[in-house]
T-cell receptor, first 111, second 119 residues
């Protein structure tokens, strides 16, 4: 069973559209990170959220951590072709060292 | 963010040989390092967690004698794939995490990855 369910796993939309990626779990996380990965490279950290209900913005990207710290979302406004990539959510359960990864969302923005 | 350097970025080796991959934290002390394997179009699969100066903790199903991990210093961990076979061909990624500073969690930063091809 997948501890962190990420959806959708594939998304292909037109430039200018908005989109939301979700990560859900029945477990409580002390922190949750969002990464973006390009082909042939390692994941690059976009944001870390630690407080329930927290909202962080990074230009056109908005990240939200659920009140109960069991879920998170990534919203992209006016998507651009440069946003294309694999987006990964990863959470750390309180007291644990390792990150639990979602399945990833492969996002394609068509010009 | 902090910088984690992984080397080499690509390696091709013959079946039966061993390959060593290095992971260095360049501007912070990594108390914990993680090694992942990633199959095409899939998410990261954790192989093992290593803390400086102690034995690595391997995930279920990962052969510790095949994937040797050494974390001898606070800035360097190595993964050695021993007696490599074509099925070991994959993208291997390390990440490093510093010490928790009491404010939230210490973040994990990733290396660039190593594409291993065993022929």
């Amino acid at each position: 069973t997948q501890l962190l369910e990420q959806s959708p796993q594939f998304l292909s939309i037109q430039e200018g559209e908005n989109l939301t990626v979700y990560c859900n779990s029945s477990s409580v996380f002390s922190s949750l990170q969002w990464y973006r990965q390009e082909p042939g490279e390692g994941p690059v950290l976009l944001v870390t959220v630690v407080t329930g209900g927290e909202v962080k913005k990074l230009k056109r990207l908005t990240f939200q951590f659920g009140d109960a710290r069991k879920d998170s979302s990534l919203h992209i406004t006016a998507a651009q072709p440069g946003d294309t990539g694999l987006y990964l959510c990863a959470g750390r359960i309180q007291g644990a060292q390792k990150l639990v990864f979602g399945q990833g969302t492969r996002l394609t923005i068509n010009p | 963010g902090a910088v984690v350097s992984q080397h080499p970025s690509r390696v091709i080796c013959k079946s039966g040989t061993s390959v060593k991959i290095e992971c260095r934290s360049l501007d912070f002390q990594a108390t914990t390092m993680f090694w992942y394997r990633q199959f095409p179009k899939q998410s990261l699969m954790l192989m093992a967690t290593s803390n400086e100066g102690s034995k690595a903790t391997y995930e279920q199903g990962v052969e510790k004698d095949k994937f040797l991990i050494n974390h001898a210093s606070l800035t360097l961990s190595t993964l050695t794939v021993t007696s490599a076979h074509p099925e070991d061909s994959s993208f291997y990624i390390c990440s490093a995490r510093g010490q928790d500073r009491g404010v939230g969690d210490a973040e994990a930063f990733f290396g660039q990855g190593t594409r291993l091809t065993v022929v």
